[in-house]
């Protein structure tokens, strides 16, 4: 059930990057996408009842060690999100360059390559 | 008058150091705690963003240019990129050892000097995150649509 | 023997981390350093192939499946080859060719890691790893199509931007998947896990949401809508990286190491394979012909010779799983994989030409051109030579691809695909000899009277790239084809029997 | 487990706003406040980590994002969008998404971690996430799993991850110069 609604996010965001006309909008849909990836990958790891996977002083190691949720995916997220940042901060500047250029955000309007 | 009212620009300029010392001990802490040099590195950027928001862009860039961000950038990566080389030095299938918590073996678990290059990498990408951040939005702030006239050049 | 693949990666790193620092007042020294990087690449990857035993390394000195690691087998040697020879060739290029733009030292970074990201996509053997450095050569190739930063450059590079991302969530969606169901992130174990607990429908969905996005990398045709923008809106240097290995090594690459090694090929993928190979083919090639943009034209043409080498991967992964005899199935990728090759050097060839076309006649328009033979010599003998190479005119490199291709289909009992393949070689054909009608041959127009050919670096990279285009016929004697083909044709053909080799060879180092 | 499904929906909810709205600026509220509910989903889903780097993260993206909406003459989206093209793709989003909904039977059920019913299983190799719960602290001294796994055994993707941003942020300052071309002088050789 989660991870039906992790994916009817994902597929909100698919809709909106595809459907929508204004590059602002789009740039939302992706984001939207890679959120729901982020939070799917997470859900995979976690584990009911669980604990997070930082080792204090004092833990009883066998007990951490059967109720610890997956350490990897909170990694490959780290690494996913701040991928994203990256891509968000190359896409707007594109964004702003281009408004600049075409005074517009609808990609409608911004048709000067074609066939 | 650049920037915001003085009830702001006060306020800020307090919190800002706050902001810096708590992003420093999210780096260092990054082994021991949730948090590290990615974390640690957005709340260094944040820091100056703050003051940018605060007091205009003109000071911020006083405290840290274009120029010298950029600059601390590429240290960052290059430091991050020479511990992994560093492991080389214990023989050619070396790359990325964790050649001080392997071979040295220096430090005591949870301690602050613990876990080998971990921390060391924390530093490296902390800077490189925190410079490389401040960067981009500099470089969005700055900017200003073209203005028609020719440009004098 | 430990190889050593690490430093096909920190190499251009390091080179990319230093160069932002030269600025504007080193940018000679920063072009001298990036030229050394990409050419210790060439030397690395010729010592590799030379060597030419399999190899994995295990980063940081974990085990597999705790670490990440690098395996070197005969399909990443060859991409490794062809990545070098060419990021080679385009920076020698770019040495003069840049000078037109500002920021020249910030381009050379994104160059090497562009270079940086592919190799590393090449030697990965973990699918998050491929997955992140797929990302680094994407988004330096997004920065690069819009270098120019005018309407055409950055639209173009919107496009292929958003495109692009959403292709990378499909990849990360998929490597969700295929965690949730197996719990193994390096591919040699996800492909043991796949051989014994079998395909299941989440691992299907996992395929297809690869297909989807190494497709969109790789502008196979449903997903082709960003290529003939992009392509040509890049600096020429840039056009000839990207048309040349990047929709390779991002795409082709990626789509024969998921399906062949980890997944398996059974008949359904090879069936889609051969599909989306005619279509890109017959799509691009009649596309291309309606074009008048010399670069257009090359980018919908390179849409057409992608779907060669698809089509020669997916003809013998439905021989193999059919199974026919496996010597036609090495014939058939052979093909695919020797195509690849000859494709990455004259499609790279035939942009940096047109680099120096634009650069010296100030337009891209085959109408507006007319009589350049006289006064570009160079550019047209290897413009010339790239041509014949890629209509398929013996003895030419592209003829021998094809014509492997061909002796495969028929072997095997596809006649209908050796038409193909013959009819579309034709239309290739046809558009190359309406490149050189107008833009070489013909009336020269009076406003370029004074232009003339740019000499020294550009011309070098020309010329060697079409020496490349000659002598690459000689990859099929012995030699040569059991050094440097035939160990990618194994590599594929060998099948999921990929997670065994990793294994073993990572029991060894 | 109430509070993560209102969570969930919270964030689908307000996802479907920013789609939806005609206001770009609240548009991008919207999204941060989607990137807000990501975050405590990841503090509920025991990933501290994450929630800390989510949380800063979003708040320079959001500076990010309204640095380009904000100041522009029209936020206002006009027009109206082809209707035809828009039922023609919800339906394809929805026949993928009932498509896609069985393909998460075969995961392992919420809650139990792919890795667990991995180690069980005899017929899937053994997972690493195992190893890295037992001898993290043994194997590296980083009493922070994740950090020990992103800094140590996958340091390689850190690496990666670094070079990712690097590469955009010189792909945004080479995007956002004044000047992109100059004359060009003959060259002598």
Known sequence: MPYALCFLLFMIGVYCAVVKKNMVKIVIGILIMEYAVNMFLIMLGYRAGGVAPVIGRNMNMPEFVNSSVDPLPQALVLTAIVISLGSLALIISICIRTYEKYGTFDITKIRRLKG | ?153 | MIKPLPYFVAIPLVAAFLLPIFGKKGKNAATVLANIATLALVVLAVVCIADGTPGVYKIGRWTIPFGINLVLDGLSSLMLLVISVVSAAAMFFSILYMEQYTAKSKYLSLFMLMVAGMNGVVLSGDIFNLFVFLEIASISSYALVGFGTEHEELEASFKYMVLGSIASAFVLFGVGLVYGNTGSLNMAYISEAIGKSGMNMGLSFAMALFVAGFGLKAALVPFHAWLPDAHPSAPAPISAMLSGVLIKALGVYAIARVLFNVFGVTISVGWLLVVLGILSMLTGAFLALRQWDFKRLLAYSSISQIGYVVLGLGLGGLILAQGGKPAWASLAILGGLFHLANHAVYKSLLFLTSGSVEMAAGTRQLKEMGGLAEKLPVTRATCTIASASIAGIPPFSGFWSKLVLVIASIQAGFYWVAAVIVFVSLLTLLMYLKVQRYAFLGELPEKMEQIKEHRGPMLVAMVVLACLCILMGLLLLDPLQSSVLDPAVKALTEGVSYSENVKSLASLM | MTIFYVLLVFVIIAALVAVETKNLLSAVICIGAVGFGASLLFLFLRAPDIAITQIVVEVLGLVILIRATISRDKTFITGDREFFAVVVSVVIVFVILLAGVHVFQTLPDFGKPAFAVAAESDRLPAPASQKYIKDGLKDTGAANLVASVILDYRAYDTLGEATVLFTSIIGATVIMRRKSRKLLEEPEI
Not at chain 2, 66 to 95: E, N, P, R, T
Not at chain 2, 97 to 126: C, D, H, M, R, W
Not at chain 2, 128 to 142: C, D, E, N, Q, Y
Request: hydrophobic letters at 55%; a neutral charge; one cysteine or more.
């Open chain 2, 1 to 153: 008058m650049k920037g915001m009212t003085v009830i702001v620009k006060t306020i800020s300029s307090w919190i800002k150091v706050l902001i810096f010392l708590f992003g420093i001990y999210i780096i260092f802490f990054g082994h021991l705690t949730p948090g590290g040099g990615f974390s640690g590195g957005v709340i260094l950027a944040s820091s100056y963003v703050l003051l940018m928001l605060a007091f205009g862009r003109e000071f911020a860039q006083e405290n840290l240019s274009l120029g010298v961000a950029s600059k601390l950038d590429c240290v960052g990566a290059l430091l991050f990129i020479a511990v992994a080389l560093c492991g080389l030095l214990y023989g050619a299938a070396g790359f990325f050892l964790n050649f001080i918590y392997q071979k040295l073996e220096i430090g005591q678990e949870f301690n602050l000097v613990s876990a080998g290059t971990i921390p060391l990498s924390n530093i490296a990408i902390g800077l490189k995150v925190g410079a490389s951040l401040f960067l981009i939005v500099l470089v969005l702030s700055m900017f200003r649509p073209e203005i028609s006239a020719p440009e004098k050049e």
